[in-house]
């Protein structure tokens, strides 16, 4: 018996998504996607380079988007706030 590779784990989940969402059943749909995100997730920390690749395209991750420019301290934004309010 050969060992299912996370890929095939990974595909079938998301064939139980796609049908979960065209039937309208949600909680089948975010229960199999949830699966398949973690199976990914495990495959990356296990070192497999091509799941680090595909969770770096898929999952959001604030840090690397190119757009963020500013970084607050908890506070900082609301104090930057009150003294412009002042103005």
Do not use: C
């Amino acid at each position: 018996m050969t060992e299912v590779t996370w890929q095939a784990q990974v595909a079938g989940l998301l064939e139980q998504a796609a049908e979960g969402l065209k039937t309208r059943k949600h909680r089948r749909a975010i229960v199999a996607l949830g699966t398949a995100v973690a199976i990914v997730q495990r495959a990356r920390d296990q070192g497999d380079a091509f799941a680090q690749e595909l969770l770096s395209y898929t999952v959001e991750n604030t840090k690397d988007d190119p757009t963020e420019r500013f970084t607050f301290r908890p506070g900082e934004l609301e104090a930057l706030s009150v003294r412009l309010d002042k103005k």
